[in-house]
Nanobody
């Protein structure tokens, strides 16, 4: 199983960025797929997840600015980030969680058993 996150980079505050997570060795439709991030000196933080059936959940603090989506044909998951802020600077990770999990379980990193390598997003103020 491999999750390849890409699309990170430098963006100005107020700008947008779209992250991609290409999956191989698994079919994203059989998993819940999530995005997390980790800023320097901070714990890994849940951003968003999309369940097998397509329902989505977001961290309350990010709802409205970030949008998760997926493309079954490309076996990929995306994270659209708008109106970005300096505090969005972090390494962003995609992850896959097997099984049918309740929504609240998807907020916890411990339920994900496959992780990508992370992509760095830097927001300049």
């Amino acid at each position: 199983v491999q999750l390849q996150a890409s699309g990170g980079g430098l963006v100005q505050a107020g700008g947008s960025l779209r992250l991609s997570c290409a999956a191989s060795g698994l079919t994203i439709g059989d998993y819940a797929m999530g995005w997390f991030r980790q800023a320097p000196g901070k714990e890994r933080e849940f951003i968003s997840a999309i369940r097998r059936g397509g329902t989505t959940t977001y961290a309350n603090s990010l709802k409205g600015r970030f949008t998760i989506s997926r493309d079954h044909a490309k076996n990929a998951v995306y994270l659209q980030m708008n109106k970005m802020k300096f505090e969005d600077t972090a390494v962003y990770y995609c992850a896959a969680a097997p099984g049918s999990l309740i929504m609240s379980a998807l907020w916890s990193a411990r339920y994900y058993n496959s992780w990508g390598q992370g992509t760095l997003v830097t927001v300049s103020s």
